[in-house]
């Protein structure tokens, strides 16, 4: 049985996306950061028990959420059985991302799992299954976390090597969120306000 198969084993939601004010926080910022009202495509990558893929099913057409752990899967599919336009998969990221292309990738609190070896080529491969507007929103935690290599920061800066344009960051002593696009425009621009 593998790590977060185990962890979902003994914990009915084990970050607490139900229950901790900071993980309601984060999805509210997550949602805010995102320069389009509405996506066509979304991927969401390591979506757990399905809380915040919940939240950006009402800015999807359509979302595909995946989590390696089978247990978590079972989870997120129940919580988002209503929503026809969702499918719930269990998918390791590491091998390959699900056919695409995608409006919108959400990587959020997966980055440092992947290890220092894999982290490169998955994003690769994650900037790769962007549409010709696509955007990536990364969002994680900047403290260590026992028997990981890497930390938040260590993902981020990772992230700022693919080659897209930084159109958002947010930074806290516990957090770090940025969105990643494509297209450099800033909202107001995308919007002709300027």
């Keep these: 049985m593998s790590y977060f198969d185990e962890l979902y084993e003994r914990y009915e939601d084990p970050w607490g996306y139900t229950s901790r004010w900071y993980e309601e926080r984060k999805r509210a910022l997550t949602l805010a950061s995102l320069p389009e009202r509405r996506y066509g495509s979304v991927l969401e990558i390591g979506s757990s028990i399905g809380v915040l893929a919940e939240a950006l099913a009402a800015r999807a057409d359509r979302l595909l959420a995946i989590d390696v752990s089978a247990a978590a899967v079972e989870r997120a599919a129940k919580r988002l059985a209503p929503l026809d336009h969702v499918r719930v998969e269990h998918h390791d990221i590491t091998r390959g991302v699900p056919e695409g292309p995608f409006d919108l990738v959400v990587l959020s609190e997966v980055g440092y799992y992947l290890g220092r070896d894999a982290l490169p080529v998955t994003l690769g491969s994650v900037r790769d299954g962007l549409t010709a507007s696509g955007e990536l929103v990364t969002v994680h935690w900047r403290h260590g976390i026992a028997g990981l290599e ?45």
């Design 150 to 194: 890497l930390d938040g920061d260590a993902v981020q800066r990772a992230v700022g090597e693919l080659g897209l344009h930084r159109i958002a960051r947010h930074e806290e002593e516990d957090v770090i969120l940025e969105v990643h696009s494509r297209d450099d425009r800033s909202v107001a621009r995308r919007t002709g306000l300027v």
